[in-house]
């Protein structure tokens, strides 16, 4: 058992840093609302730190999973962040999903303090976290990422090292990537479906088993059809996640034409007021429009 932090205690962080302390870590969490931190102790116990340096306090691991660049720089770096608490030889692991510039930023910064650094993002949305089901993709140097394994097997059903530092977050842009073309296609059918005058549940049932099958249709065809969006990854976050896709294909030369273009559909949702839906939505706006 380890002497672990956590940092950020959102739908996705809070779940997986209190499998950590059901597992029998210690585990001292901290979130910039304070509330939440205390009513997280309140549930799991372990500690809470007032700084993000005052959670890494002494940690043999810390992890890490909040919402962006900025936020992420904000409890890493500083007097107050969690590198200025820790010892040489610990190991941060970050699974929010950022972009490849800050990965290297903050690998770089880590590394001058002999702090070993892993990008480390997270796929299965709240119900992963939540049953401990999430799929991980890693980067980072193999020392690093084999030590932190067995932390991170805790919460995941594969956690696998694509490569060296920046080929986690890499490899979750293909993650969203792909889940954006699924729902748009999932949205289309579904949206087809009903203008057809044809049953959407006996529908999916039936072209679920086949080649149209995918974790999107089974788990959210019927929420879909009943017009609810509370279920999972949000529009906003969405949005700041293609945005790092389509920024990086830009740089790296790769066509991500449909990317682009659902990205743009997911803009129209915003405008719906629907910033706070999940990702299913996307059926929303071409209900509105059709």
Same mark, same amino acid.
């Given at each position: 058992m380890a002497k672990l932090a956590f940092l950020g205690l959102g739908v996705m962080g809070g779940p997986m840093a209190g499998h950590l302390q059901k597992a029998g870590h210690d585990v001292t969490v901290y979130n910039r609302t304070t509330a939440?931190?205390?009513?997280?102790?309140?549930? *799991? $116990? $372990?500690?809470? $730190?007032?700084? +993000?340096?005052?959670?890494?306090d002494g940690a043999e691991f810390v992890m890490a999973c909040v919402g962006n660049d900025d936020d992420l720089r904000s409890v890493c770096l500083?007097? %107050?962040?969690?590198?200025?608490?820790?010892a040489p030889g610990c190991v941060f692991v970050d699974h929010t999903t950022v972009s490849a510039?800050?990965? &290297?930023?903050? *690998?770089?910064?880590? %590394?001058?303090?002999?702090?070993?650094?892993?990008d480390a993002p997270v796929s299965g949305g709240q119900a992963g976290a939540e049953n401990g089901q999430l799929s991980i993709m890693c980067g980072g140097e193999v020392? &690093?990422? %084999?030590?932190?394994? +067995?932390?991170m097997e805790v919460y995941s059903k594969i956690c696998r090292r694509l490569g060296a530092s920046g080929a986690g977050q890499m490899t979750k842009m293909c993650n969203?990537?792909?889940?954006?073309?699924?729902?748009?296609g999932l949205s289309e059918a579904l949206h087809f479906a009903?203008?057809?005058g044809l049953d959407g549940a006996a529908v999916t049932e039936v072209i679920s088993q086949g080649a149209a099958g995918s974790w999107q249709m089974v788990n959210r065809y019927e929420t879909m059809l009943a017009d609810e969006f509370e279920h $999972?990854?949000?529009?906003d976050w969405m949005r700041k996640d293609l945005g790092i896709c389509l920024s990086t294909g830009d740089e790296i030369g790769a066509s991500l034409p449909v990317t682009a273009l659902v990205d743009q559909f997911y803009k129209d949702v915003q405008k719906l007021g629907g910033g706070r839906w999940d990702t299913s939505s996307l059926i929303k706006r071409l209900n509105a429009v059709g």
């Amino acid at each position: 058992m380890a002497k672990l932090a956590f940092l950020g205690l959102g739908v996705m962080g809070g779940p997986m840093a209190g499998h950590l302390q059901k597992a029998g870590h210690d585990v001292t969490v901290y979130n910039r609302t304070t509330a939440k931190a205390e009513a997280w102790v309140e549930t *799991y $116990g $372990g500690a809470m $730190g007032t700084t +993000p340096r005052a959670a890494a306090d002494g940690a043999e691991f810390v992890m890490a999973c909040v919402g962006n660049d900025d936020d992420l720089r904000s409890v890493c770096l500083g007097e %107050d962040g969690a590198f200025a608490g820790m010892a040489p030889g610990c190991v941060f692991v970050d699974h929010t999903t950022v972009s490849a510039a800050v990965t &290297s930023e903050l *690998y770089a910064e880590a %590394d001058a303090l002999q702090i070993s650094f892993v990008d480390a993002p997270v796929s299965g949305g709240q119900a992963g976290a939540e049953n401990g089901q999430l799929s991980i993709m890693c980067g980072g140097e193999v020392g &690093s990422f %084999d030590r932190a394994l +067995p932390i991170m097997e805790v919460y995941s059903k594969i956690c696998r090292r694509l490569g060296a530092s920046g080929a986690g977050q890499m490899t979750k842009m293909c993650n969203q990537i792909a889940i954006a073309g699924l729902v748009q296609g999932l949205s289309e059918a579904l949206h087809f479906a009903q203008k057809a005058g044809l049953d959407g549940a006996a529908v999916t049932e039936v072209i679920s088993q086949g080649a149209a099958g995918s974790w999107q249709m089974v788990n959210r065809y019927e929420t879909m059809l009943a017009d609810e969006f509370e279920h $999972g990854f949000a529009v906003d976050w969405m949005r700041k996640d293609l945005g790092i896709c389509l920024s990086t294909g830009d740089e790296i030369g790769a066509s991500l034409p449909v990317t682009a273009l659902v990205d743009q559909f997911y803009k129209d949702v915003q405008k719906l007021g629907g910033g706070r839906w999940d990702t299913s939505s996307l059926i929303k706006r071409l209900n509105a429009v059709g």
